[in-house]
């Protein structure tokens, strides 16, 4: 299409020359016309154009290729700026804290004397308050392991009260599910996964303490129940042991003196 259009050009201008010249031939003066020299200025003008039309689009392509690494650097960018985003933090994570609940739990089982799994002698307590088939000793016996019993079951009732109060949890997941409705970043979603997770986790510790907790006050409240029936048959056999035995030796009374003879 250029080049036709060079063509064109050149067409033109040497018929424009030739017309300029006839025309002037009838005048009175007649110019000197160098046609040579004319089209030559005609080429050089065109070679020109031609040189301008070359840089305007090694231009056009540089502009190209700017416009092309401004895209890619845009991109690289915004790449970056999303990996920021997803290795981005949780700015509060919902961490909450149950080692101090627990040890408050345990606290609450094995005070004022009694009978809790979490004491580190319970088995030679059990073995002192609940010995088996032994005859009951003293009505102070019986009323102080009742005591303990009783004491056993009321600390386990205020544990499972103490444990079970869920207004600071559920402020917890109302928080966690606020947190997961903004997660903008992989690893945001990550963080909130684990503390899931984790919370997921102590809910099932504080469960196995609570599940613990029963099992012992039935426990001993069925060791009590054993123990009362083994030291009333010990008792029981006992007393009939002593019942069935022979009878003692009865003394003998006489009106009549040693001494005498007969």
Same mark, same amino acid.
């Given at each position: 299409m250029r080049r036709k259009t060079l063509r064109c050009l050149v067409v033109l201008c040497v018929c424009g020359s030739l017309a300029w010249g006839g025309r002037s031939a009838g005048a009175t003066v007649v110019p000197v016309v160098d046609i040579p020299h004319t089209i030559e200025t005609i080429l050089h003008y065109i070679a020109r154009l031609k040189e301008i039309a070359q840089k305007a689009q090694m231009i056009s392509n540089q502009v190209k290729d700017a416009r092309d690494q401004y895209t890619q650097i845009r991109n690289q960018v915004e790449q970056i700026q999303r990996q920021l985003q997803a290795l981005k933090k949780l700015e509060h994570p919902n961490w909450r804290e149950v080692a101090s609940l627990s040890g408050v739990l345990d606290d609450l089982l094995r005070r004022e004397g009694a009978l809790a799994y979490t004491l580190a002698d319970i088995d030679g307590r059990l073995r002192d308050n609940f010995p088996g088939a032994v005859p009951f000793r003293s009505l102070t016996d019986l009323a102080e392991r009742n005591g303990k019993v009783i004491t056993t079951l009321r600390n386990g009732i205020v544990a499972a009260n103490r444990a079970g109060r869920l207004i600071t949890d559920q402020y917890t997941l109302g928080d966690i599910k606020t947190t997961v409705a903004g997660i903008k970043g992989t690893q945001e979603a990550? /963080?909130?996964? %684990?503390?899931?997770?984790?919370?997921?986790?102590? /809910?099932?510790?504080?469960?196995?303490?609570?599940?613990? $907790?029963?099992?012992?006050?039935?426990?001993?409240?069925?060791?009590?129940?054993?123990?009362?029936? /083994?030291?009333?048959?010990? $008792?029981?056999? *006992?007393?009939?042991?002593?019942? $069935?035995?022979?009878? &003692?030796? *009865?003394?003998?009374?006489? %009106?009549? &003196?040693?001494?005498?003879?007969?």
């Open positions: 990550l /963080e909130v996964l %684990a503390t899931i997770g984790v919370f997921g986790t102590e /809910e099932q510790l504080l469960t196995r303490q609570h599940l613990l $907790s029963l099992i012992n006050m039935q426990n001993v409240t069925g060791l009590a129940a054993l123990q009362e029936r /083994e030291s009333a048959a010990a $008792s029981l056999v *006992r007393i009939a042991e002593r019942d $069935s035995g022979p009878a &003692p030796a *009865r003394p003998t009374y006489t %009106a009549i &003196p040693a001494w005498w003879p007969y």
